[in-house]
Nanobody
Framework: QVQLVELGGGLVQAGGSLRLSCAAS????????MAWFRQAPGKERGFVAS????????GYADSVKGRFTISRDNAKNTVYLQMNSLKPEDTAVYYC????????????WGQGTQVTVSS
């Protein structure tokens, strides 16, 4: 059973930066990929960024390209999301997730961390 714990949310002014982290624990942690999703009030959860655990290939939602950077530290079983040039529309609960295989769904989720960007 994989457990994911997110840290790093908070309140920041527009234009500011935040760094989220997600630490995984479990007997054997070797996912195919990890990702960040977010859910704003009244909206569905949406994809933000993903990274493959092996070669570190990253993908981003168009809304965050050029502003957010996903990275991972395999030795620490941790994935990060560096968020720069934050906008009020980035306000949401951010969740990390992992998926065990290339063709599987994201099946382990963290509890979420709130990010609030004030204008």
């Amino acid at each position: 059973q994989v457990q994911l714990v997110e840290l790093g949310g908070g309140l920041v002014q527009a234009g500011g930066s935040l760094r989220l982290s997600c630490a995984a624990s479990g007997r054997t942690f070797s996912p195919y990929a990890m990702a960040w999703f977010r859910q704003a009030p009244g909206k569905e959860r949406g994809f933000v960024a993903s990274i493959t655990w092996g070669d570190g290939s990253a993908g981003y939602a168009d809304s965050v390209k050029g502003r957010f950077t996903i990275s991972r530290d395999n030795a620490k079983n941790t994935v990060y999301l560096q968020m720069n040039s934050l906008k009020p529309e980035d306000t949401a609960v951010y969740y990390c997730a992992s998926r065990p295989g290339r063709f599987s769904n994201y099946n382990s989720w963290g509890q979420g961390t709130q990010v609030t960007v004030s204008s």
